[in-house]
């Protein structure tokens, strides 16, 4: 990253947390979750817009694809999939990408302190199948390609130049998660034979260059992990995931999020949320569809992830019955939400506004089932601090 857009980034960083944003309670999981009463009650009738939410919870349209976004003349992007909020002085933006191939790409809507939109433009173009990604601790949104040999894009969610961030490695990406501990980031491979990387900048702040590892374990569910080099990061001629022996391998990688010294992925081939203690150097699972007691697993067909400030993870389904679940600190797993009459869509993008009040996610082809049918949502309520 060019050195005025990192400067304005770090700026614009420590007003985030001055804003409320991303102060994340420790959660203190005992994998694997089991259903349960969630804390917010059982899901109401569906509303107008056809979302089932609990009692004191509203939802409203943010936008469509191909149609203006409400307040501007900007056209909403198709296949709108993984997303991010970022704090911008008393408001925010949200990011969303754009999971078609050719042209991708990621656009963002710009919100006032009381939610209205005020803006609405494209951020990233010229891209492939952008699916999920990550935001980074300089305010920055990293966008994957979800494509063979596909690249990490740097962009800049108040416009501007994007970067190409070949040193993060050629595979078919997913989502990507910062720590600003260990100061790296982790990805994700959407492959049956995946794997689950970190790359470790040469200067934290500046994805230009730096090292590509992959994680190794022996075991099949839970154990010791280590790191090793991946020698050839381009994928070429032997892809990234075949180069480490010993590297473990997952079963389709989407949605990743970092807190607290955990990092959680999960894997939509089995149904599978994992959790990384990385202070610890061990790995579990925090939810197994497979694992559930007495039938009738309530989170199926697992996407994109995030958490809230109670330490609850959101869990998008991709398919299963139009879902958003939470995994409490508890272990315990429930809905939140529910998208009726859309079976042929997936949930994408959940993400908090940085005072932790609002959830926005899309519906990726809506009531049409086609990636051009794109509706983008807010959720506002009471959601535990």
């Given at each position: 990253m060019e050195r005025r857009s990192f400067l304005r980034g770090a700026v614009i960083g420590t007003s985030a947390a001055a804003f409320g944003g991303s102060l994340w309670h420790g959660a203190a999981f005992a994998a694997p979750a089991q259903p349960g009463a969630g804390p917010y009650g059982?899901?109401?009738?569906?509303?107008?817009n056809g979302i089932l939410l609990p009692a004191g919870f509203t939802s409203r349209v943010i936008a469509r694809s191909g149609q203006s976004v409400p307040g501007t003349s900007y056209a909403w992007h198709s296949a709108p999939d993984g997303g991010a909020c970022f704090a911008d002085g008393t408001g925010w933006i949200y990011v969303s990408n754009s999971e078609i191939n050719p042209s991708g790409g990621a656009s963002a809507v710009r919100f006032d302190a009381a939610g209205t939109v005020t803006g609405a433009y494209r951020i990233l173009s010229g891209t492939r199948q952008n699916c999920a990604g990550g935001a980074t601790p300089w305010n920055t949104w990293l966008s994957c390609e979800e494509v063979s040999l596909g690249y990490v894009y740097e962009s800049n969610p108040w416009g501007g130049t994007a970067y190409r961030r070949d040193a993060m490695g050629r595979f078919k990406h997913e989502a990507a998660a910062a720590d600003p501990v260990r100061k790296v980031i982790y990805l994700?491979?959407?492959?049956?034979?995946?794997?689950?990387?970190?790359?470790?900048?040469?200067?934290w702040g500046n994805l230009s260059s730096g090292t590509l590892q992959v994680f190794k374990a022996s075991t099949a569910t839970s154990g010791t992990f280590t790191w090793q080099n991946v020698p050839d990061?381009?994928?070429s001629p032997a892809t990234t995931r075949t180069q480490v022996s010993g590297a473990k391998h997952f079963n389709g990688g989407e949605g990743c999020y970092y807190s607290d010294d955990t990092v959680w992925f999960t894997t939509k081939g089995d149904n599978r949320v994992w959790q990384v203690d990385l202070a610890a150097g061990t790995y579990e699972l925090a939810y197994d569809d497979s694992l559930v007691s007495g039938g009738g697993a309530p989170l199926t067909g697992v996407d994109n992830v995030?958490?809230?400030?109670?330490?609850?993870?959101f869990v998008a389904e991709d398919g299963g019955n139009m879902e958003i679940c939470l995994i409490t600190p508890d272990d315990v797993v429930a809905p939140f939400l529910r998208i009726s009459g859309q079976s042929g869509s997936e949930i994408t993008g959940p993400?908090?506004?940085?005072?932790?009040?609002?959830?926005?996610?899309s519906s990726q082809r809506g009531t049409s089932g086609s990636s051009s049918g794109g509706i983008t949502y807010e959720v506002t309520g009471p959601f535990r601090a």
């Open positions: 059982a899901l109401g009738p569906a509303d107008a994700t491979e959407d492959e049956t034979d995946g794997c689950f990387y970190r790359f470790i900048p040469t200067t990061p381009d994928g995030t958490g809230s400030s109670s330490g609850d993870l993400a908090f506004s940085p005072d932790g009040k609002r959830l926005y996610f």
